[in-house]
């Protein structure tokens, strides 16, 4: 188990025009990480496309902004995704994210997609699935179609989609046989939480 800060349980960092990262989880893996801003799972991609593949498995952190599973792309029209179709992802640190795509440039393409798993999330300001978008013409898309999903803590969200930049479109789509639940007060806070420790990472 990685304790301490930056401390990740899978990482996937790709350099260079053109290149890609990728992390899959699956079977009856468990991962468990303790110290802040260290992540469950993290693919990250400087100029091209990251993902995130969870099958299966075990998930789970405890420090704060320690997500669950984070997929970043940081380069021009860069695209980020995590898939989630079983397993289970358990967050506990303030700000952290059970399953994350972010990108912080122009023209980038996020998704979340989760067919069926169970993330649950207990920390301060912290979000079950979300996307974030930071540039102009950007497109941000959550879909959840089953599984279960659980928020504890006060200003969580359950899922939460943001384009920040002009142009941008954000979308959050709910059906099948999802079920979210928010437990805390203001659970329905309307912006993203600080991102730094993600940017003073790359």
């Known amino acids: 188990m990685p304790i301490g800060t930056n401390a990740d349980g899978a990482d996937a960092f790709a350099y260079g025009e053109g290149s890609s990262a990728t992390v899959t989880i699956g079977g009856t893996a468990a991962i468990s990480t303790d110290g802040y801003a260290s992540d469950g ?5 400087q100029y091209g496309d990251a993902a995130i593949v969870i099958e299966g498995g075990t998930i789970d952190t405890a ?29 506990t640190g303030a700000s952290a994210r059970g399953t994350f795509s972010y990108t912080d440039n122009d023209g ?8 069926g798993s ?14 974030v978008a930071y540039g102009v013409d950007t497109e941000v898309g959550i879909t959840i179609s089953g599984g279960t999903i659980s928020t504890n803590g006060n200003r969580d969200f359950g899922a939460h989609a ?7 479109v954000a979308t959050v789509t709910v059906n099948g046989s999802a079920s979210i639940t928010t437990n805390g007060s203001e659970a329905w806070a309307p912006k993203p939480w600080p991102t ?7």
């Open 41 to 45: 799972a993290r693919a990250y991609s």
């Open 63 to 91: 420090g704060s902004y320690a997500h669950g599973a984070i997929s970043f792309a940081e380069g021009v029209n860069g695209t980020a995704a995590v898939t989630v179709s079983g397993g289970a992802i358990n967050t």
């Open 108 to 115: 980038g393409a996020l998704t979340v997609t989760v067919t």
């Open 118 to 131: 169970t993330t649950t999330t207990s920390g301060y300001r912290s979000a079950a699935t979300e996307a």
């Open 162 to 168: 943001y384009a920040d930049g002009s142009n941008g």
């Open 196 to 202: 730094a420790p993600m940017a003073a990472r790359r």
